[in-house]
Nanobody, 124 residues
């Protein structure tokens, strides 16, 4: 079974940056597409960005395009989400997740393994 541990959240001022990491163990990550999701209080969990098995294909929610970058390093069994120009509306718990399939839209229902979540708070 794939075990995911995500890290790197915290408190940052508007306009600041954070880098989230997702470390996998148990199985090799290159057999899975990876997604980053977030859930703000009172809202449904939403897809932020997804990346294909090799990293050749990526997709982003419109709200983060141009500010967030997803990447992966299969040799390190890890994935990342670089978040720049953060805004208060980016405040949420962020989760990495793994799926057997990659699609051009990140859907919560396609992902079977989940990290524990990390709080990201953007506030002055």
């Amino acid at each position: 079974q794939l075990h995911l541990v995500d890290s790197g959240g915290g408190l940052v001022q508007p306009g600041g940056s954070l880098r989230l990491s997702c470390a996998a163990s148990g199985l090799t990550l290159d057999n899975y597409a990876i997604g980053w999701f977030r859930q703000a209080p009172g809202k449904e969990r939403e897809g932020v960005s997804c990346i294909s098995f090799s990293g050749a294909s990526t997709n982003y929610a419109d709200s983060v395009k141009g500010r967030f970058t997803i990447s992966r390093d299969n040799a390190k069994n890890s994935a990342y989400l670089q978040m720049n120009d953060l805004k208060p509306e980016d405040t949420a718990v962020y989760y990495c997740a793994a799926s057997y399939i990659y699609k051009t839209v990140c859907s919560v229902h396609e992902f079977i393994y989940w990290g524990q979540g990390n709080q990201v708070t953007v506030s002055s």
